[in-house]
């Protein structure tokens, strides 16, 4: 199996399914956008279960970064994919990553439109829950579940099990819009600067793993 390092990955190429290059390369926002990819997250990975402590080391890092030096890129660690059968790219590892920087795309695309860019793909969210109905649904338009939200957006008591699938995303949610606020109440903030900071300078190395790979083999190349 061929090994790449290529910085100008084409995945239109990488995602068919006779492709055999295992492919790693940077990727920010702005080239997901540019080269059209959609995420799936597959049925074997597990739900969000981000907690506030991880968000909140999450943003606070990214502010300190573009306080710091917003012309520099800033890395977010790795991501594995993989080509998948409906057509999008499976996001084999880095998920949890990945889902939050969508949420926070998402809350701060009010103040910069680019970012929708990133969070949806035509009228869908760039990233697909597989097998996940509700959290598709509540990535799509969180109005739909209004009815079991308080003003605040936290999910209202003795409704949880209704919705179980979507209670993290809308705990997250809430988390990353209460942060943004805290953050807005500090001179050197700008939400609009903040967003495009991270469309262009954040970027994840990623690891792109033939469809057809033994996944097993794959990962016992890195230890």
């Known amino acids: 199996m061929k090994v790449i390092l290529n910085k100008n990955t084409d995945f239109s190429v990488l995602a068919k399914a006779e492709n055999k290059t295992i ?4 990727l920010n926002l702005e080239k997901v956008v540019e080269e059209n990819i959609q995420f799936n997250i597959p049925i074997y990975q597990r739900l969000y279960v981000w907690k ?10 990214l502010k300190t970064a573009f306080y710091n030096s ?4 800033y890395f977010l ?3 594995m994919l993989s080509s998948s059968t409906n057509g ?8 949890q990553r990945f889902t ?13 439109p680019k970012l929708k860019r990133f ?4 009228s869908e969210p760039r990233i697909h829950f597989s097998i996940r109905d ?6 799509k338009d969180q109005n739909k579940f209004k009815e079991y939200l308080n003003d605040k957006g936290e999910i209202m008591k003795g409704l949880e099990s209704e919705i179980s699938e979507i209670i993290p995303l809308a705990t997250g949610r809430r988390i990353i819009i209460d942060l943004l606020e805290e953050f807005k109440k500090e001179e050197r903030f700008n939400s609009k600067s903040f967003g495009n900071y991270i469309f262009h300078k954040v970027q994840f190395s990623q690891t792109f793993i033939p469809l057809k790979s033994d996944m097993n083999r794959v990962f016992g190349g890195y230890e």
């Open 100 to 112: 939050s920087l969508w949420l926070i795309c998402d809350a701060l695309s009010e103040s910069n």
């Open 88 to 95: 999008k790219i499976d996001l084999v590892d880095g998920q």
């Open 77 to 79: 660690g790795g991501i």
């Open 70 to 73: 917003s012309n520099d890129s």
């Open 52 to 61: 506030i402590n991880q968000i909140k080391t999450l943003l606070e890092d």
């Open 119 to 122: 969070t949806y793909y035509g």
């Open 23 to 26: 492919s790693a390369s940077l």
């Open 134 to 139: 509700q959290a598709q649904e509540y990535l």
